[in-house]
């Protein structure tokens, strides 16, 4: 599990004077970019790949609330990804500084090709990277009907 510390911010406060929605979007992005960057997928080397991160979703549970004045930690843990990496699956917690968890969530994103706006698997280089890094207990190997398990079309276009 990777885990990193985060002050909470005035900005990151709402105007029920607790940690935002958004905040928790933005802390969450930070710790998968700190993430990533540590095992080589820095922001240069996606720039020469001419590759990106894109999310498809970002499920949010809050069990309490979280208030500026304590520090606060937010985990990541790979819990599922494609055989070409195509396709992953983070899970993040939060922690108060107690240890005590007061929020979870489920990501899924894919990676795109910058040039032609469309999803890829990664470089075998990158792919090495990827695939030797610490799986989560649960961990899976991920298909494109994984990324499709909340789709729907309504019934009046059929």
């Known amino acids: 599990m990777y885990l990193k510390d985060f002050e909470i911010r005035w900005s990151d ?21 700190t993430y990533l960057t540590e095992i080589g997928f820095s922001h240069k080397t996606l720039l ?31 819990m599922g990804m494609s055989e070409d990496a195509q396709f992953f699956e983070f ?14 969530c489920e990501m899924m994103g894919a990676w795109i090709d910058l040039k032609t706006r469309k999803l890829t698997g990664l470089t075998d280089d990158l792919l090495e990277k990827f695939s030797t890094v610490e799986k989560a207990e649960g961990f899976r190997v991920l298909t494109k009907e994984d990324t499709r398990k ?8 059929v």
């Open 13 to 33: 406060v709402d105007a029920n004077r607790h940690l935002a929605n958004s905040a928790y979007l933005n802390f969450m992005s930070h710790v998968r970019m």
């Open 48 to 78: 020469e790949k001419e590759i990106g991160p894109v999310v498809f979703y970002e499920h949010m549970y809050y069990f309490k609330e979280a208030f500026p004045g304590k520090p606060v930690k937010v985990s990541m843990e790979i």
């Open 91 to 104: 899970h993040h917690n939060f922690y108060d500084y107690k240890g005590r968890n007061f929020a979870h």
């Open 150 to 157: 909340f789709a729907r079309t309504p019934k009046d276009l």
